[in-house]
């Protein structure tokens, strides 16, 4: 308990009075932490849109209409955003996942106001020029080139999340199929700005050396004046239950076999979803975790194992991603890997171990809260993914009520043959580079 | 949050000029120099060790050598088991990492030493104190550590591979420094393979010694008591004998292409080089400055040309190294393959539009602002920002000019100054390039670049054979 009490008197150093809310007329939510040790700010957007709100046909318009937020509205046209921000000390970035999209600004405070007015811009008057569309389109397609098709681990990834999920829109990739990247029209992106952002669908976090009264005084001014509309239809499709184990096999020019293996788990707002994260770190986070010891460490079975479940508005999967060694057979690792999940189910944790997984998830945790950029983040993701950035200053609550028994309870739960996928990239033997043993059998 | 505010409003600016806040520094009768920032606030304690050498220590053959020895010193101490080490320090919820020099060696960009850095709760100096030293004074270096350190490092560069983006850099450093240069010989399977116990005991006994190692420890801690703790673990010990620094060797031939092979690519992924500065170069923030306009920020010309303006890639930088020897100025992007040469063209266009037109005031005036808008939350904001920083200013005898003059000199930068330098280093001749991807597709056409030039397979072992 020593070790637990004070972790906690770290969280009381930045309580959460320090953070101020507001909404917007329009239903943009506003939140605001000011904090004056560097003379900065990091202003984020958290869009409620993503891959899940997409169709077939349509697949990575999200991330497309991510790339073309910044290239030209009514006022500030194609390259004025990146050129305005940066020649005021600032720069940006932004990103899409199947949930959420986020823009994310770092500037100097006396860049406050110009951020807004570009901001407002965009989000109201986004101008979409053919030319422009065109030209993303081979940018997008590059980024995909680049983290899917010439990336072992993207492309394993990819392959896994359409085999475990067959209904629901986390079955597509974010970044999009490829025929789709050629294919979305100009009508499909004007469809898709109407549907993805209305200031209602969105939550604004600013973090910095600003005053409250400033930052509501220029979002009244910029950006209460967008109008409101519907946000995106809800999503209706529901995974089904999963009734068997799948196993998919990616052949591809390789050095080394790769190997995930993932489990659906539930939504961020689920009470088992904190249990997860709390075994994923008993299971692979730190040389003394239970996957690192067995197959990295005592037995020379694997390079890397780790085992992660985001934090999703719909129930998700917990993928486990583990590297072979050179020559070991993947079905080794694999049976490793479910030899330790067994023993999750059938022992009991031990106390030491358990409070020993917090304290790293609560060091973490407040690692993020060091810089600006990592609390305009957290409070963000708080807030739009579990409702209430509150979150953020009293997760360690929740920690602090996972007990050995939850554990084994969701071990028991979720880690269940007919639960899980199975992807295995085995080298293709034309450029493998290794002489028959080992990773193909 | 109150108190941190305070206490930080007053520590890391005042109003345009960066400033580096205060530390105390000094010397133990062995050598060890202790550079300590005390922070009141946030209740953690970030401490940086440095050990003078990085790759420039280690012997060619057996690159890799300081790497390996900083990996295994958490593995086994004369008083804790590896598994032991883990178990306290992951419980203390405490980071602790290491690295040799070096692009992709965890040494954060540090070529000429070797880091380590661990945090702890503030509450927990002690504990963290004493597995950090026990990690570096008394690591037991076993048989089967060692064995197994190796043969992981081994199969790890057999894993770089199958990541073309990541390899290319390890390409890039043997093709352009070459094999008499302590940058020019990232390891490989063979270099690994030379390497024994024996040679990691030597290594440690000679490097981590008093006269060779810098410690900086920043965050919230009382520095009376800290300072005597250092004092009392550090200061025992052996003084031994300080690095000496080496004078830059020869790069290799210049204006050479190295192609690699790897034929399964859709997309070829290209470095381009030339000679540029190192650390104390009197020319360094002018280059910064025009790089930033170069290939440093999204606007770039670079960037612009390539992705915003033709859509060919996701994106297109260049890097101007700084480390003790003299470094390169690297354009990096990647293409599809059949779109090799028009990009490649097309970046070596934007070199030789820079070099001859040189940039405009509006443009100086513009990364003068982008440098010093995010200079803060680059290197001030956080104890282990800071920690490195002090490391670097001690490590190279820059002195804390380096920060707190920092604004003054970019302001100082004329547009005369800045195309002259352009003109100085950004050359279009001579240059090195280093091409990964489908070479059966594009081997005839990237000829053009260098009629002689080298050709491997990614399935070799090794970088350059």
Redesign the interface.
């Known amino acids: 308990m020593r ?1 637990f009490s ?2 906690l ?2 969280a009381a ?3 959460a009075q ?1 953070v101020q809310t507001a909404t917007l007329a329009n239903g943009m939510k506003v939140i605001i932490q ?7 700010v990091a202003m984020y957007f958290f869009y409620k849109i993503g891959s899940r709100n997409e169709r077939p046909g349509i697949t990575g318009i999200s991330h497309f209409f991510e790339h073309m937020m910044f290239n030209g509205a009514k006022k500030y046209g194609p ?1 004025q955003f ?2 305005e921000m ?7 970035n932004a990103s899409t996942g199947e949930d959420l999209t986020t823009y994310t600004d ?3 405070s006396s ?1 406050l106001e110009l951020m807004f007015d570009m901001e407002g811009d965009r989000i109201r008057d986004l101008a979409l020029e053919p030319k422009m569309v ?10 995909r ?2 983290s899917v ?5 993207g492309i394993l990834r990819e392959q896994l999340q359409a085999a475990a999920f067959i209904a629901h829109p986390y079955h597509w990739p974010v970044i999009g199929w490829p025929s789709d990247i050629e294919a979305w029209t100009q009508q499909d992106l004007k469809d898709y700005f109407a549907i993805g952002y209305a200031p209602n669908n969105c939550t604004m976090v600013v973090v910095g050396d600003v005053t409250v009264a400033r930052v509501m005084e220029l979002a009244k001014k910029y950006i209460e004046p967008i109008p409101r509309h519907d946000p995106p239809p809800p999503v209706r499709t529901k995974e089904p239950e999963q009734l068997g184990e799948r196993r998919i096999v990616v052949k ?5 076999p ?1 190997q995930m293996i993932a489990y659906h788990v539930p939504e961020a707002k689920n009470p088992d979803s904190i249990v997860v994260d709390l075994l994923s770190t008993v299971l692979s ?5 239970r996957l690192y ?1 067995r197959m ?2 005592e037995e ?1 079975l694997a ?1 890397s194992v780790n085992g992660r479940a985001g934090d999703a508005l719909d129930p998700t999967i917990m993928t486990f991603t583990i ?1 072979p ?2 020559g070991v057979d993947p079905a080794r690792t694999e049976k490793a890997l479910y030899d330790e999940l067994e023993r999750l189910k059938t022992t009991e944790i031990p106390a ?1 171990e358990l ?2 997984a917090k ?2 998830m ?3 945790h ?2 993020r809260m ?4 990592g609390r305009a983040s957290l409070l963000g993701h708080y807030e739009v993914i579990f409702g209430d950035y509150n979150k953020m200053f009293t997760i360690d609550k929740d920690f602090e009520a996972v007990t050995a028994a939850d554990i084994q309870r969701v071990a028991k739960k979720y880690f269940s043959e007919n639960n899980r996928t199975v992807a295995t990239l085995i080298p ?1 033997g034309s ?1 493998g ?1 290794r002489r028959g043993r080992g990773g193909n059998q | 949050m109150r108190t941190l505010v305070v206490f930080m409003a007053a520590a890391a600016l005042c109003i345009g000029q960066a400033k580096l806040p205060q530390y105390s520094k000094e010397t133990l009768p062995n050598g060890v120099v202790i550079a300590m920032m005390p922070r009141a606030g946030v209740p953690l304690v970030h401490f940086r060790v440095l050990i003078k050498g990085g790759v420039e220590s280690d012997p060619g053959e057996m690159a890799g050598l300081g790497s390996v020895t900083s990996g295994l010193l958490r593995r086994g101490t004369t008083k804790r088991s590896a598994e032991q080490f883990a178990e306290e320090l992951d419980f203390l919820g405490g980071t602790f990492g290491a690295g040799g020099g070096g692009r992709g060696g965890g040494g954060g960009g540090l070529e000429s030493a070797t880091a380590i850095s661990s945090e702890f709760l503030s509450k927990d100096f002690d504990a963290g104190l004493d597995l950090l030293s026990d990690a570096i004074l008394h690591p037991a270096f076993t048989e089967t550590e060692v064995r197994k350190e190796l043969a992981r490092r081994v199969d790890a560069a057999k894993a770089t591979k199958d990541n073309a983006q990541a390899s290319i850099g390890s390409y890039f450093r043997a093709a352009f420094f070459g094999p008499a240069h302590p940058y020019g010989h990232p390891p490989d399977e063979m270099t690994y393979g030379k390497i024994g116990r024996k040679d990691i005991v030597d290594y440690h006994a000679k490097f981590y010694c008093g006269k060779n190692m810098l410690i900086v420890v920043t965050g919230d801690f009382d520095i009376n008591a800290a300072k005597a703790k250092l004092a009392q673990v550090f200061g025992a010990a052996p003084a031994g004998s300080a690095f000496a620094w080496g004078k830059a060797p020869a790069l290799a031939r210049r204006g050479q292409m190295l192609l690699i092979d790897k034929p399964d690519a859709t997309q070829t992924y290209f470095e381009i080089a030339q000679p540029g500065i190192d650390n104390k170069n009197p020319d360094r923030t002018t280059l910064e400055v025009i790089n930033t306009l170069f290939g440093g920020r999204f606007t770039s010309m670079l960037n612009d040309a390539l992705r915003v303006n033709s859509g060919l890639t996701y994106g297109a930088s260049a890097q101007l190294e700084q480390n003790r020897l003299p470094g390169a100025i690297v354009i990096s992007t990647y293409t599809k393959t059949d779109s090799t040469v028009q990009a490649i063209d097309m970046a070596l266009d934007v070199l030789k539009r820079l070099n001859e037109k040189g940039i405009t005031a509006e443009q100086l005036a513009s990364a003068k602002a982008y440098v010093k808008g995010l200079y803060p939350t680059r290197r001030l904001e956080t104890m282990d920002q800071l920690a490195a920083l002090v490391g670097e200013i001690e490590l190279y005898g820059l002195g804390r000019d380096e920060v707190d003059g920092y604004f003054s000199r970019i302001d100082a930068i004329t547009l005369d100054q800045a195309n002259a330098t352009i003109k100085k280093y950004y050359k279009t001749d001579d240059l090195t390039f280093v091409i990964l991807g489908a070479a059966d597709k594009i081997r005839d056409q990237v000829k053009k670049y260098d009629p002689r030039a080298k050709e491997v397979s990614i399935r070799a072992a090794g970088w350059v054979n």
């Open positions: 070790c004070a972790l008197f770290f150093l930045i309580p320090t000011e904090d004056h040790n560097i003379p900065n390259k990146d050129n940066e020649k005021a000390g600032g720069n940006n770092w500037f100097p860049a065109a030209s993303e389109r081979g940018v997008v397609y590059s980024e080139r680049t098709d010439n990336n072992n681990g591809k020019a390789a050095q080394l790769l986070t730190g040389q003394s975790s010891k990295v460490d020379p390079l590297q060694r050179n030491r409070k020993k304290n790293q609560l060091t973490q407040y690692s060091k810089t600006i950029a293709d450029a580079g």
